[in-house]
């Protein structure tokens, strides 16, 4: 990588509103930080209640004069395929970006962010001009038809851990539509939001369709999810903000929401299973991105017959992960996104040794070299973890793998349903039945068989429980960006 383009030179940014670049009322900033280093990046405006009402209000108008979702749909279609070729063609930028903004990998951020981001807008393109009524037989002598129209203005509030891909699984989908949206990143990790809303702007969407306003959750935030002209917010984040979101909507127009929370997955090794690519995928499952992953199979549920020699062996290779700067090719893991959450992630590990479960690997902060100025921590295993222990019940969103141990398929069925949680889940065996039929009795949103973190643009994501409700990618998170009309005709 060319040294410039890895140490860029950022100026602080501003508010994305109507079109242009705007200060906050207040001129408050946040420090934007590079979590690998401790070092500032860059400072955002630290928007309030007035901030928030003014990307509303743009947003109204771009949605009241028809702008975009007046426009024809054949033009729609083009200018989201457009945004998804500049995703692609910039996409050495974006990835240094996330990786300097997240503390992630470069590689990872290459690989795992920037492509997907690119595909979901190909994949919504074509949905522009595929979103249909339907006519149904009704009695009398009546026609009635349904049209399916965009829900209005949309508030989007989305995580740390994915920036730009987030943002784009909830705005591809509303701009297929024909709504307008008002984004507020992660006042951590914006940088890629922005350059999203460049993006949108280069390809043609008209002013006022695309604002980004950046702020904290109790400000910008809660003003989003109260104010009385957003029709909906798309949530991705804790399972305590969706409780406040839902507050709000109740106490001020109804909104309707869709939320992506957290979850506590449940990956689950039969002895009969390709163990060598379980362990793979067990391996990555957990410690891709840090841990730091909604789908993360931080709880590993394996047969007693071969627990301990599995477990052993991960283990192992977690010893030899190399952790370390995000921009060396040859880190395999990066640092976590802050202080706070790596004080988090090392407070979980204490309480794990303190209830007893049995540490293998990592279980520390990681200070070698360099690395001492970034939030680093050791991939991190427990042994002989008991489905009622605190590592086993919430979600740490860090590079701590839980080992538990099992009988047969009907108890491992219960313990990956003993958590609050439902995003995803995995099931490792090659009897067909027994694959199908947890298939049927997990309660998540995914089950993968033979495989973990499966991810396509046209496949829905989304939780059962408390991991959410409401579905991204696919048809389906349509349904929640559209409004359905009934028409009746008297013939």
């Known amino acids: 990588m060319d040294a410039a383009l890895a140490r860029p030179d950022l100026k602080p940014l501003k508010l994305y509103i109507d079109g242009r670049w705007a200060e906050s009322a207040s001129g408050r900033t946040i420090a934007v930080m590079n979590p690998a280093t401790g070092e500032q990046l860059t400072t955002v405006p630290d928007a309030n209640a007035e901030d928030i009402d003014r990307a509303v209000r743009a947003a109204r108008r771009a949605f009241e004069t028809g702008v975009w ?47 997907p981001t690119a ?49 784009g699984w909830k705005v591809a989908p509303a701009l297929a539509a024909g709504c307008t949206m008002v984004i507020k990143p992660s006042e951590m990790t914006p940088l890629t939001t922005f350059k ?3 993006y949108c702007r280069e390809a043609g969407v008209p002013d006022g369709v695309v604002n980004v306003v950046t702020g904290y959750g109790p400000t910008a935030g809660e003003a989003l999810g109260r104010h009385m002209d957003v029709d909906k917010v798309a949530f991705t984040g804790s399972v305590r903000t969706a409780r406040a979101l839902m507050k709000a909507s109740g106490e001020s127009n109804l909104k309707r929401l869709s939320l992506e929370l957290g979850g506590k997955s449940p990956n689950i090794i039969f002895p009969d299973a390709d163990l060598e690519k379980a362990a793979r995928a067990a391996f990555w499952g957990i410690y891709a991105n840090k841990g730091e992953v909604c789908s993360a199979g931080s709880r590993l549920l394996v047969h007693e017959k071969i627990y301990d020699e599995f477990v052993g062996n991960l283990a192992q290779l977690a010893k030899k992960m190399k952790v370390g700067d995000p921009l060396d090719p040859a880190s395999e893991m990066g640092s ?21 479960a049995r540490l293998l690997a990592g279980g520390e ?61 995995a099931v490792w065996t090659r009897d067909i039945g027994v694959a199908h039929r947890l298939a049927q009795q997990i309660k998540a949103g995914s089950v993968w068989i033979n495989a973990y973190n499966c991810f396509d643009s046209s496949s829905p994501f989304g939780g059962y429980k408390q991991s959410g409700f409401g579905r991204e990618m696919g048809p389906h998170a349509l349904e929640s960006y559209t409004q359905v009309k009934s028409v009746w005709v008297a013939l």
């Open 69 to 115: 979702r007046k426009m024809d749909v054949s033009a729609r279609e083009r200018i989201i395929w457009r945004i998804g070729e500049l995703i692609e063609k910039n996409k050495e930028e974006l990835g240094l970006f996330e990786s300097l903004n997240n503390g992630k990998t470069f590689q990872e951020a290459l690989r795992g962010d920037i492509p």
């Open 119 to 167: 595909d979901i807008f190909y994949y919504y393109a074509g949905w522009a001009r595929k979103i249909y009524g339907e006519t149904i037989p009704v009695d009398g002598p009546y026609l009635n038809y349904t049209l399916r129209e965009p829900v209005g203005v949309v508030g989007m509030i989305t995580a740390w851990n994915y920036p730009i891909l987030l943002a």
């Open 196 to 198: 999203l809303a460049e």
């Open 336 to 356: 976590q996104i802050s202080q706070t959450q790596m004080d988090r992630i090392l407070g979980y590990i204490e309480t794990g040794r303190s209830e007893g």
């Open 365 to 425: 902060r990681d200070v070698e070299g360099s690395k001492s100025k970034g939030f680093y921590v050791k991939p991190t295993v427990f042994a002989d973890v008991q489905p009622r222990m605190k590592i086993a019940q919430e979600e740490i969103f860090g590079p701590v793998l839980a080992a538990l141990k099992f009988r047969d398929a009907e108890e491992a069925a219960e313990i990956a349903n003993a958590t609050i949680y439902g995003l995803v889940s």
